[in-house]
């Protein structure tokens, strides 16, 4: 089911749970304002290549748009509609003074040169410079880009407006970046992962974990589960996938695929198809990679007792009706993943007040945060007798349209 499909329904699925009239809806639904611009660069040998690059900007009615920049070949506007429209929710859920946002460039970074990526990034920048800014929109890294990529943004934007580190966040420290920020969806992935376990008495520890993804989100998680006792028995990236039954040795896994760019033919595990990881035997699933990865053709076969869904938007409702009949539990992406934009977050709380905190009270902060917002889960569910997808999509949506119908429309 194509993404802005899906998301759709799940928003109309909430908005009907919490009575929503119904041009309140169509209003929460129909973004702000869609942006697509054509980039086109020179190469590093002469040629030209031309890039087509969006930037959504789904809500406002909290405060400035938020929302990562993907540089992926499958980006196309639907998909940057859901996300930005996701985004939205998952601000509000997080409680976190944000609307919602999300970017991307149709462009495959793995066959661009440094230089290329600088160029394509700068002129992007230049094309939607007059419609982000720090009470306005603001970007931050997502699959694809990373703080390199915030720190050519940061420079072209301040070409315009000045220097205006808290334009985009996920920068790297030396340009304002946040102590914790590149660590901080895989901590706040590991944070809900805990929260849930411990509602079914379970914990972390001894616990098999299957990792779709080997970047920023699932390289940090997988460190975050081995760290606390948990067996990391399968992960996957790109070029492939690994498993041990017995845990994989995940620190000498991150060395490896630091110097390899890749996890084919470490040798602390056998090679399985790539596949097969998300049906792989063990107890907790955890995609970290693209969306839509669990649909109808999969769910059948999933092992997992618990997904949590660190990517954004892996799992269709047709996959996810499967699953629940499964009495699968499924912790929602627009919580379990919003560990990354809550140190966003911080990381422009600290850029407007010129302050820097200690890694230690950004990640006490990050806790609180994504503690609390469990708890308010948890509540929805009670009192709309929901799982906990809908409870975190209730709880989000409620918060934006009470804030869209307190500002009014005049
Ligand atoms: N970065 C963040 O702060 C946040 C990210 N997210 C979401 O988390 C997910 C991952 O983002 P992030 O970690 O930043 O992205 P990265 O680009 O850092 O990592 C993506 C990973 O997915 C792997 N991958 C891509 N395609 C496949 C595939 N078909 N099978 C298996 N692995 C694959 C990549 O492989 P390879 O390493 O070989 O390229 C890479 O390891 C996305 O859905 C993103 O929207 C959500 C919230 C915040
Ligand atoms: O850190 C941010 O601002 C956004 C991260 C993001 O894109 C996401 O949560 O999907």
């Known amino acids: 089911m194509n993404a802005l499909t899906a998301t759709n329904r799940n928003f109309r699925y909430a908005a009907r749970i919490l009575g929503l009239d119904s041009k309140l809806e169509r209003s929460l639904l129909i973004p702000f304002r869609e942006i697509k611009v054509e980039c086109s660069i020179p190469k590093d ?34 998909e940057v509609n859901a996300l930005a429209q996701l985004m939205t929710w998952k601000t509000a859920v997080a409680a976190i003074p944000y609307g919602g946002a999300k970017g991307g460039i149709g462009c495959n970074p793995r066959e661009l040169s440094m230089s290329e990526l600088e160029r394509l990034t700068r002129v992007f920048t230049q094309k939607i410079h007059d419609l982000i800014g720090i009470h306005r929109d603001v970007p931050a890294p997502d699959m694809g880009t990373n703080s390199q990529t915030m720190a050519w943004i940061l420079d072209e934007y301040s070409k315009f407006h000045g220097h205006s580190p808290a334009v985009v966040t996920g920068k790297p420290i030396d340009l304002g970046g946040s102590l914790g920020r590149e660590a901080a969806t895989g901590l706040g992935v590991f944070f809900a992962t805990e929260a849930l376990l411990a509602e079914h008495g379970k914990s972390i520890s001894n616990m098999k974990f299957a990792i779709q993804g080997f970047g920023n989100v699932g ?23 690994i498993k041990n039954p017995n845990g994989i040795d995940v620190p000498a896994l991150l060395k490896y695929k630091k110097s390899n760019k890749s996890l084919n033919d470490f040798q602390g595990g056998n090679a399985m198809d790539l596949n097969d990881l998300l049906v792989h035997e063990c107890d907790v699933l955890v995609p970290c990679a693209l969306g839509g990865v669990l649909n109808k053709e999969n769910a059948a076969d999933v092992k997992a007792k618990f997904i949590i869904e660190a990517a954004n938007h892996p799992t269709d409702p047709e996959a996810d009706e499967i699953l629940s009949k499964k009495g699968v539990v499924i912790l929602p992406d627009i919580y379990a993943n919003s560990g990354g934009v809550t140190v966003s977050y911080f990381e422009w709380v600290q850029n407007i007040q010129g302050f820097m905190w200690e890694e230690e009270k950004v990640n006490h902060e990050l806790k609180r945060y994504m503690m609390s917002a469990f708890k308010d889960i948890k509540t929805m569910c009670q009192t709309h007798n929901c799982n906990l997808r809908m409870g975190a999509f209730t709880l989000g949506v409620n918060r934006v349209a009470q804030a869209t119908l307190l500002r009014g429309w005049e």
């Open 45 to 78: 040998d002469g040629s030209l290549a031309t890039f087509v690059g969006f930037r959504i900007q789904h809500d406002n009615a909290r405060g400035p748009m938020k929302g990562g920049i993907r540089y992926h070949p499958e980006v196309d506007p639907d």
């Open 219 to 241: 390289s940090w998680a997988a460190k975050f589960f081995h760290e606390h006792g948990g067996k990391v028995v399968a992960v996957s990236d790109i070029t492939g996938a």
